[in-house]
């Protein structure tokens, strides 16, 4: 019960932080919806485009919000004198990361229904309350892999310097993912790298729920393994930075 107690308060205090913060709101609830607007929202002219570019904006959100935040909080973690003394009050390692891990799911899910919202208001939009549960519930699931990429970028760049690097690791999984525009209309060599770039799968998944396919199995294994290859990474990378050093 303790234990919730701290969950809770922590995920409060992370959510008026953040929530004070104007670029990040901007970042988080307009761009995408702004995004979609500009360039989805022209091209949605049939049942088609629209289905297929609701997911694709909805991933470009939710990978934006998901990656960045954990390679900000990964930096932070490292060199932030707040973060150290986040280790000295008597909140559990558990709790701390679970609130992270909620409030990123919460800007998600505030992403998810900006765009979607826009989507509803100016598109030719056909999908009933149980798919797009079903999409978001994908949505949020399938971020799972860009979460430790961002933790991996984290680990390598200082709070500062992880900002720009997020942001070009993200800029080219949405593009060669083919969020942006129809894969087949990627350049021969992008099309190449495309389909083994989780951004690609997650993609494909979302494409599926919104076009009433079933999930491909294929996409979903090679999601999962990527997912567990960059959980290895990261681990990989904790052991690294903790090592003990051998006395000469």
């Known amino acids: 019960m303790r234990g919730i107690n701290h969950l809770g308060r922590t995920y409060l205090f992370l959510m008026r932080e953040h929530g004070r913060q104007l670029d990040f709101l901007v970042f988080t609830l307009l761009f995408p919806a702004l995004f979609f607007l500009i360039f989805g929202v022209p091209e949605a002219s049939d049942f088609y485009r629209a289905q297929t570019l609701l997911a694709s904006f909805n991933a470009f959100g939710v990978i934006g919000v998901v990656l960045f935040q954990s390679a900000v909080m990964g930096a932070q973690t490292r060199h ?4 150290r003394y986040l280790h000295t009050v008597p909140i559990p390692p558990l709790a701390r990361l679970g609130a992270r891990l909620l409030m990123v799911t919460s800007f998600a899910c505030l992403s998810i229904v900006s765009v979607s919202a826009i989507a509803w208001r100016f ?3 056909e999908i009933d309350l149980l798919t797009w549960l079903k999409l978001s519930g994908v ?6 892999p860009f979460a430790l990429v961002g933790y991996l970028l984290g680990g390598l760049a200082s709070p500062k310097g992880v900002v720009p690097l997020a942001n070009l690791v993200y800029l080219c999984l949405s593009y060669a993912g083919g969020l942006w525009f129809p894969p087949q209309l990627l350049p021969e060599v992008v099309q190449q790298l495309s389909i083994h770039l989780p951004s690609r799968k997650y993609a494909e998944m979302l494409w599926d ?3 009433y396919r079933p999930l491909n199995g294929h996409d979903v294994r090679d999601l999962v393994l990527q997912t567990l290859f960059f959980l290895a990474l990261l681990g990989g990378q904790h052991l690294w930075k903790y090592r003990p050093v051998r006395k000469s």
Do not use: H, Q
């Open 80 to 83: 932030s004198s707040w973060e």
């Open 123 to 125: 598109t030719a939009l």
């Open 139 to 144: 949505l949020l699931i399938g971020s799972v």
């Open 209 to 211: 729920v919104t076009l």
